[in-house]
């Protein structure tokens, strides 16, 4: 069973749009639980953390069911410039180490004028 | 925020020969770096864990002599990818992690083997 797993899209979706992300994680020991952005050809940049009470920034909402293990994310009223791919990741510790971050292979989504 | 280099942003090498990718942490001191590669349409794999002046912890499935790593400083890893092969294209991305565990992620480097 893969660690992280996600739904790789493509996502073709209209400006304005609202559109959800979900993820699954294997590891019920994970502790920290983010999602990140990465565009075509860059490195990946952290969009948010994601908690238990669940977390808005803006346009973009993000929940955490630990008993599921499962986290989402919503992006209201899209953008062209969300046109990219989200990644779900998840931090392990493990071993007594400060933990490794556990990536998924992403969303694709694009959003079209 | 703390910004991460990489250096040389591409790379295009013949089979064969090695190849130094270079990591520096700019504005902080990162006790943790980390060294990643991507396939195309793949998820981050995490290849190794570096701490300065220790030896790398190399993840499963990674030969580490083939992917030296040295982190001398506080502020630079090398990845060196030696005897170069085709299987071996792929984006490299090194991370690193601040005193509060914050991680910050480099720009990337592409490599292409021919």
């Known amino acids: 069973r893969k660690e992280v797993e996600q739904d790789p899209g493509p996502f073709n979706v209209p400006e304005g749009a609202t559109v959800a992300f979900n993820c699954t994680y294997s590891?019920?020991?994970?502790?920290?639980f983010f999602w990140y952005r990465q565009d075509c050809r860059k490195e990946p940049k952290l969009l948010m953390s994601?908690?238990?009470s669940g977390n808005e920034d803006g346009r973009f909402t993000a929940q955490l069911n630990r008993a599921s293990q499962y986290i989402s994310l919503l992006i209201r009223d899209s953008k062209l410039s969300d046109s990219a791919t989200y990644l779900c990741?998840?931090?392990?510790?493990?071993?007594?180490?400060?933990?490794?971050?556990?990536f998924g292979k992403g969303t694709k989504l694009s959003v079209k004028p | 925020g703390a910004v991460v280099s990489q250096h040389p942003s591409w790379v295009i090498c013949k089979s064969g020969t090695s190849v130094k990718i270079e990591c520096r942490s700019l504005?902080?001191?990162?006790?943790?770096m980390f060294w990643y590669r991507q396939f195309p349409k793949q998820s981050l794999m995490l290849m190794a864990t570096?701490?300065?002046?220790?030896?790398?912890?190399?993840e499963q499935g990674v030969e580490k002599d083939k992917f030296l790593i040295n982190h001398a400083s506080l502020t630079l890893s090398t990845l060196t990818v030696t005897s170069a092969h085709p299987e071996d294209s792929s984006f490299y991305i090194c991370?690193?992690?601040?005193?509060?565990?914050?991680?910050?992620f480099g720009p990337g480097t592409r490599l292409t083997v021919t």
């Open positions: 991370s690193a992690r601040d005193a509060g565990y914050e991680q910050y």
């Open positions: 994601v908690y238990s």
């Open positions: 590891n019920s020991a994970s502790q920290s």
């Open positions: 990741v998840v931090l392990w510790n493990y071993g007594g180490s400060q933990g490794n971050l556990i």
């Open positions: 570096s701490n300065e002046g220790s030896k790398a912890t190399y």
């Open positions: 504005d902080f001191q990162a006790t943790t």
